[in-house]
């Protein structure tokens, strides 16, 4: 049982995971937290890392920070996302090998699988058949970090784990639509369509592909009861259980935010993945389990977003 007062820290503590995580513990009782923007600590610095950390001194590394993005964001920019999560995941996991921190949670994405690979999908699947080439940028960088904590628990008996979530969403998220993810992306484009009358609003692909959403908070819990039990296993899948295609997610997105016009279809834009399910087996056999539905969730979702929509207006 990791004790109280550890002081835990945080990377990407204002980001949509790193923030949920913050609420979560200090909701059980952990309130030694240590977070740093990104503006006062390059994490891509192995020397500014390194002196972060070794004047802080955590127990807990939580690594919820990285360079993320949808479809295009990943087409655009593939040196980016490959080589700053590289850097990011690389300066925290070797600086907490060398100073004996305790416990390390590495969040990885479902997008770490073969693209063609048996559904759902277990954890013995990785690196068993080629990625998905929309994201294998970021996919690769992952896949780096996971091997690396999986290195350390191998060679040095580390406590370290790699989780690897399906789709976030949730308070935090990113509604930036050059950047965003679907979710996130469907709910500002239906909400600014409601606004402006718009009788359509075009979504990406054929709405085909089959999807599974995971609230933050359910992710946080999962990262929680990492901390609080020991843990055999050096990755775990954490999903919702169960999956929906892209259209029917638009219909519930439009429905939710009552949104009257049409849906069009842009099937010259990519579909990514045909279907991607987790197999969380491993982690639920352990008694744990998401509490969330997908309904609620993006209810909860759409009122955040609402109260935050003054930082999106320009974007």
Not at 160 to 181: C, Q, R, V
């Amino acid at each position: 049982m990791l004790n109280k007062d550890a002081k835990i820290y945080i990377a990407g503590h204002k980001g949509m995971v790193g923030s949920a995580c913050w609420r979560i513990l200090e909701k059980n009782g952990y309130h030694n937290l240590l977070g740093k923007s990104s503006k006062d600590l390059d994490l891509r610095c192995q020397s500014d890392v390194s002196d972060f950390l070794n004047e802080e001194k955590p127990d807990v590394i939580i690594d919820g920070a990285a360079r993320v993005g949808g479809i295009l964001a990943n087409n655009l920019y593939p040196y980016d996302f490959l080589l700053d999560n590289m850097l990011i995941q690389n300066n925290l996991i070797s600086n907490a090998h060398n100073l004996n921190v305790k416990k390390f949670i590495f969040l990885g994405s479902s997008c770490i699988y073969p693209k063609l690979a048996t559904q759902p999908l277990k954890e013995e699947y990785l690196l068993t058949g080629a990625l998905e080439p929309t994201n294998e940028w970021y996919a690769i960088a992952k896949i780096s970090g996971l091997k690396l904590i999986e290195s350390l628990r191998k060679q040095f008996g580390r406590d370290y784990i790699s989780l690897m979530p399906t789709n976030l969403y949730g308070p935090g998220d990113n509604f930036d639509l050059k950047s965003s993810h679907v979710l996130p992306a469907m709910i500002r484009k239906f909400h600014e369509a409601k606004n402006s009358n718009n009788q359509i609003v075009e979504m990406w692909g054929s709405g085909k592909p089959m999807r599974e959403f995971l609230h933050v908070d359910d992710l946080s819990s999962a990262i929680l009861f990492c901390l609080e039990n020991n843990i055999e296993h050096s990755l775990l899948n954490v999903g919702y259980g169960e999956e929906i295609s892209i259209q029917d997610l638009a219909y519930l997105v439009q429905e939710i935010i009552d949104y009257k016009g049409e849906i069009v279809w842009d099937k010259s834009k990519p579909d990514g993945t045909p279907r991607k399910l987790m197999d969380s087996t491993l982690i639920r056999e352990m008694n744990w389990k998401p509490s969330i539905s997908l309904s609620n969730g993006i209810r909860k979702t759409y009122d955040w977003f609402l109260k935050n929509i003054d930082n999106y207006r320009t974007q």
